[in-house]
């Protein structure tokens, strides 16, 4: 007995062909932001195959999320240590 859904890493990549045209239409900048969120939707590839859903595109964007938030998250973060540095300077 076969498998009847692609691997979620299968349907990243189909899903990237399918947007190809809309890829190709982008500016260089931002089709390597496109191929990025991409990545991130295969970094995640385990946990979208654990799920196996039917439709995996909002688990892809849901793993681009992820990855944009843990980006946020690291950003603030840095800012606010470098705030406190500042603030504990002498005047």
């Known amino acids: 007995m076969g ?3 692609p691997t979620f890493t299968m349907a990243v990549e189909q899903t990237m062909a399918e947007w ?13 932001i496109f191929d990025s969120l991409f990545a991130d939707a295969r970094f995640h590839a385990q ?4 799920l ?3 439709e995996p595109f909002p688990v892809m964007l849901l793993c681009m999320l992820l990855e944009e938030r843990r980006e946020r998250l ?3 973060r840095r800012i606010q240590e470098l705030e ?3 603030s504990r300077l002498p005047s």
């Open 84 to 86: 406190d540095r500042g």
């Open 74 to 76: 690291t950003l603030e």
């Open 3 to 5: 498998r009847t859904l």
């Open 52 to 54: 196996s859903p039917l």
């Open 20 to 32: 190809s045209i809309f890829r190709k239409a982008l500016r260089r900048d931002d089709q390597m």
């Open 47 to 50: 946990a979208g195959a654990l």
